[in-house]
């Protein structure tokens, strides 16, 4: 079924992911050009800066209990999105490599019958990614409100050390727009990469499906070719998991 392409079975979190600088377009990783520019400033003063600043108002309250608790918590939460995003940065190479060996002849539905096999794989895909967009954007929309709920003078919606005074106007607005925006980037960062590792192994897992079809439904006079077809579609499968794991593992943690 050449009609049929695997990379449009995931859009929803290609678009996601282009959307907040961590696909470049087409097949190509990174290069010299706008949107590596994009990528770095959302990654760097947005995602990185914003850990930073909380990491070291850390140090300035230890001997804060309840304040020290609450800021680590949530610190370390959001660290583990750098980490996530430079793993994938990392393995970009490796991933679009994946996605132009899936486009292959071998990896897609050969009729009507197998894509109606792996449509309930992608579905329940579908149904993870929107509901971890859906409880991160719930998160970070009560992150964002809480203070002005809460009618707390001059409270932010993190604790963070600046060099500048934060309790004072524009300062004050300002700095608490800039970490609406954080939170928000930080959480389609671990949101969407977290999808993608789900869609990699559902992708995984639909080539099994037609595997198991295609050696059910051997017959006729070239059921010898179609058998060594079949075996080598299962070793390319081990193949496709030992690189994913080999090269993305990190990318969930």
Request: hydrophobic share 50%; glycine share 4%; aromatic share 16%.
């Amino acid at each position: 079924m050449h009609n049929f392409e695997w990379k449009s079975a995931v859009n929803l979190n290609i678009v996601a992911l282009k959307i907040i600088g961590l696909w470049p377009q087409g097949d190509e990783t990174y290069k010299k050009n706008f949107y590596t520019l994009y990528s770095a400033t959302i990654l760097v003063v947005f995602v990185c800066a914003h850990n930073f600043f909380q990491t070291v108002n850390i140090f300035l309250i230890l001997d804060d209990f309840d304040a020290f608790t609450e800021t680590i918590f949530v610190t370390l939460s959001f660290i583990g999105a750098v980490v996530k995003a430079y793993s994938l940065i990392q393995n970009m190479d490796t991933l679009k490599g994946l996605f132009v060996t899936i486009r292959s002849e071998m990896f897609v539905p050969k009729n009507q019958q197998q894509i109606n096999l792996i449509q309930p794989g992608i579905k329940v895909w579908k149904t993870i990614c929107i509901a971890l967009n859906f409880m991160g954007g719930n998160c970070a929309v009560f992150w964002s409100t809480y203070p002005l709920l809460d009618k707390a003078d001059y409270r932010l919606p993190f604790l963070a050390w600046y060099p500048f005074p934060t309790t004072v106007s524009p300062n004050y607005e300002l700095t608490y727009l800039y970490q609406v925006v954080c939170i928000w980037f930080i959480v389609l960062y671990n949101a969407n990469i977290d999808s993608l590792i789900a869609a990699l192994n559902m992708i995984i897992g639909a080539q099994c499906d037609i595997l198991c079809d295609n050696l059910r439904n051997l017959d006729g006079d070239n059921i010898e070719e179609d058998f060594q077809k079949c075996v080598e579609h299962h070793k390319a499968i081990l193949e496709l998991c030992y690189i994913k794991w080999l090269h993305i593992f990190e990318l969930s943690f």
